[in-house]
């Protein structure tokens, strides 16, 4: 199984409609990340969570929400999707000062029509 | 304003040769650099890092450099193989020391492509 843990891979959704992506993780780490990458603009962050308590902006958090219901799993949810929040989204845990960085899920492809 | 610039959006180099793809910064807060590799439909995996107190780390056919003075990084590949064949993503982290508070600052990607 892999180490984090992404759902659903693949995803079509209406405009207007809310979905949410999932993300599950075995490697016991305290911190966990939501990215988003488009063509020529690399990956940006959404929300991060060094703890269950602890919710923080990224970059681009304006359209998105995301719950920490346990250490294990992080959430984010587009309330009301729109076309141009079709990306691919990449989930990320770490831990303080690990000098390998983040461990990346494999994706969730959205796309908004 | 973009803190980390990967300015070749593309690079092609001949299997066996070396390939240098290169990163700048301009967040002097930045102190740890990690480069990421990733294949189409696969989350980006860890390559190599490099601490802002060196000025070089080695892996096997990967090599970072780090020049604090001109706020650029690169990463050199030798020999180049097909299965090298990526994006490569520059990231950077300020505060590493003290937890790296604020995440990884990523770049834009450079598609590397190994000619045969």
């Known amino acids: 199984d892999a180490d984090v843990t992404q759902t659903p891979r693949n995803r079509i959704t209406k405009t207007g409609k809310r979905i949410m992506l999932e993300c599950s993780q075995t490697?016991?780490?305290?911190?966990m990340y939501w990215y988003r990458q488009d063509p020529g603009l690399g990956l940006r962050l959404i929300y991060y969570?060094?703890?269950?308590?602890?919710?923080n902006k990224g970059e681009i958090s304006d359209g998105y929400s995301v719950s920490r219901q346990a250490q294990a799993k992080f959430s984010l949810s587009l309330e009301s999707a729109i076309p141009n929040q079709t990306a691919l989204y990449f989930c990320a845990t770490s831990t303080q000062g690990a000098t390998d960085g983040y461990t990346f899920g494999s994706g969730t492809r959205l796309t908004v029509v | 304003d973009q803190q980390v610039k990967q300015n070749s959006p593309s690079l092609s180099v001949q299997e066996g040769r070396i390939s240098i793809l290169n990163c700048d910064y301009t967040n002097s807060m930045f102190d740890y650099f990690l480069w990421y590799k990733k294949y189409p439909a696969e989350g980006p995996t860890f390559l190599i890092s490099i601490s802002s107190i060196k000025d070089k780390n080695e892996d096997g056919r990967f090599t970072v450099f780090l020049n604090k003075s001109a706020k650029h990084l690169s990463l050199h590949i030798v020999p180049s193989q097909p299965g090298d064949s990526a994006v490569y993503f520059c990231a950077a982290s300020a505060n590493f020391s003290g937890g790296g508070a604020d995440g990884l600052t990523f770049g834009k990607g450079t598609h590397l492509i190994i000619q045969p």
């Open positions: 969570s060094f703890d269950v308590k602890d919710i």
């Open positions: 490697k016991g780490h305290d911190r």
